[in-house]
């Protein structure tokens, strides 16, 4: 099997039209594929957030209230 030079050389020659369409479709492709991982990698990141929130949530507990000695309450009242 020997290698030929029409093998490794386009031998027609592209229009720039379809040099422009092809640089064209190669660009919208980047572009999806990293607009894709960016919305994968937004969605990971808000799920992280809110489990972190709920997790605070439960973590943090409510304000204990303050209770007045019944001194001070007796003294408020008269």
Avoid: H
């Amino acid at each position: 099997m020997t290698a030929t030079k029409g093998e490794f050389f386009n031998p027609a020659k592209l229009s720039s039209r379809d040099k422009a369409e092809a640089t064209d479709q190669t660009a919208r492709a980047i572009i999806a594929a990293e607009a894709s991982a960016r919305d994968k990698k937004t969605e990971k990141l808000r799920a992280l957030r809110l489990q972190q929130a709920a997790a605070e949530a439960e973590a943090v507990p409510a304000p204990a209230k303050k209770r007045r000695s019944p001194a001070k309450a007796a003294r408020r009242r008269s």
